[in-house]
């Protein structure tokens, strides 16, 4: 199996949210399905067919997160030396060279992107664009809109 490459802090949100399933969710769960058993006949027992499919919902997110943590690969960027060149980890202002706009990007594992908060994912057409370059780069990345010219402006191993 390839390793997943993640941020430190992904790691940690995807450990929490493990150990909030494994020590909240599951009992719950656990309870409600006992809870529904009493309540007699489980043919038309919506209530425990409800908390019978959250269980399966919990369980199947608990393997997912166990798997993805068994593959992931953590890179904390602070500890690198910073060497100017987009790598993953790395946050990245770009110069939008039509509009003069500036954008700062991180790029981050999937499990992390979130573009609203400026995280992008190592997969994007943004960050492959990115990935190899270097301060003073220009790049050509491909939008729904057409193509769009952005100048690496700053690299930083935050």
Request: charged letters at 30%.
């Amino acid at each position: 199996m390839n390793k997943v490459p993640m941020t430190v802090n992904g790691e940690t949100r995807l450990r929490e949210e493990l150990v909030q399933l494994k020590t909240v969710a599951r009992p719950r769960v656990i309870a409600d399905i006992a809870e529904a058993r009493e309540h007699g006949d489980l043919k038309e027992n919506a209530e425990y067919h409800a908390a019978r499919e959250q269980q399966g919902f919990i369980e199947g997110r608990i393997q997912e997160i166990e798997g993805k943590l068994s593959n992931a690969q953590v890179i904390d960027v602070t500890k690198l030396t910073n060497t100017g060149k987009v790598i993953f980890g790395t946050t990245v202002t770009l110069l939008n060279l039509d509009t003069d706009a500036t954008t700062r990007y991180r790029i981050v594992g999937e499990d992390e992107a979130d573009i609203k908060s400026g995280m992008i994912s190592l997969t994007s057409p943004i960050a492959r664009a990115l990935i190899g370059k270097e301060e003073g780069d220009i790049v050509n990345v491909r939008t729904p809109g057409g193509d769009v010219e952005f100048e690496i402006s700053d690299v930083e191993y935050i």
